[in-house]
């Protein structure tokens, strides 16, 4: 086993260092989130952190680097308090990558990406076309995180759009069936097989694998 | 395409709700977090909601449900400030899954799922022995998130270790080559293959796939 401890940490190349403290928290969600500004312009997001706050409400959040450069989702969702988070499903990795560079504030991701806008329901910001997975949200809560500046930007989960040949009986949603990927670090794109569902624990009861 | 909205939502029976919600972010982080009461007793509990919060500094938080109920983890974290994070690898998910199961104060999950404890470096919180990727956390900040009365528990990684090989040139961990496991939705394991790395995004310049 390797070994390093902060002060090796504080010994890395800045891009290094990243890669490395990027890929230990485990495998991560994929997702692109679409917002709208007041005139109107669009724009579309990837992000690696969104992550599951609460079933009842329910709650979803991602975590929003520090706003010290201009972040076009997060003045978006302030203004408006609605988005939309998308999954990313293999067929457009690249384009879904791609709306990471720094475009500026009038040029849309969706044009630069040739991705696609939808528009569900007359909600307010833009699905992504052809996602097997989509929501809407309005923000509930946003949170400063003191200790780096970043914030925890929770929002209530509004409507729930998704492929049908995902859905279990058990109400799980098979995100392998629509090609759904994960993200490992800043920029892998990962595929995902199930080894097992487990049934629920308890004490002193076997587990048993659902999926045999 | 199924559509759901909130008042869908407040039909639907509380485990399927649960497992629907629990489904739409995407694919989730496995973890074991490993603690220590001042008494000495051992605690390991099974998280599938790591998140990285940033690389300089290292922090990496996970959400606590509601503490209406004993959470033990949650209450050694607050007491003693150090814990451990640990991968899931293929060999252990079973092991680990069990760990959610409802065991009282005095028992250890370790004991109860034959997982061995090892103590690195004088560390006061027990690691998971053979675990392709640990490390050790101290608390940093505890926020409350107020819509659901759940927190976000963040701490500072303080020592790292990981299975050399699964080093790459520019810093990245790749945990494809530890058979480290993702989670899907409340009990699904999933092990992970590369589709793709792709390159810094910039306007107008190609990605490249550097797999190729």
Not at 15 to 42: A, D, F, H, M, P
Request: no cysteine; glycine share 4%; aromatic share 8%.
């Amino acid at each position: 086993m390797k070994k390093l401890n902060t002060a090796d940490f504080d010994k890395l190349e800045k891009r290094y260092r990243s890669q490395l403290i990027n890929s230990i928290s485990g495998v991560k969600s994929g997702n692109l989130i679409g917002t709208k500004n007041i005139e109107g312009q669009t724009n579309l997001a990837v992000f690696n952190s969104v992550v599951h706050i609460g079933s009842d409400p329910a709650l979803i959040a991602f975590i929003q680097r520090p706003t010290t450069v201009e972040r076009h989702t997060y003045e978006n969702i302030i203004a408006t308090e609605k988005y939309t988070i998308n999954a990313i499903h293999h067929e457009i990795i690249y384009q879904a990558h791609q709306t990471a560079a720094r475009y500026m504030r009038e040029e849309s991701e969706f044009d630069e990406t040739s991705l696609e806008t939808e528009y569900l329901d007359d909600f307010f910001a833009p699905f992504v076309k052809g996602s097997p997975l989509q929501f809407s949200l309005k923000l509930e809560e946003e949170i400063s995180i003191k200790t780096n500046d970043t914030k925890l930007i929770i929002g209530r989960v509004e409507s729930l759009y998704f492929d049908e040949k995902l859905l279990e009986k058990d109400g799980s949603l098979s995100l392998d069936k629509g090609s759904i990927n994960a993200i490992l670090g800043l920029d892998t794109y990962l595929s995902i097989k199930k080894t097992a569902k487990l049934s629920y624990a308890k004490p002193d009861r076997p587990l048993k694998n659902l999926l045999k």
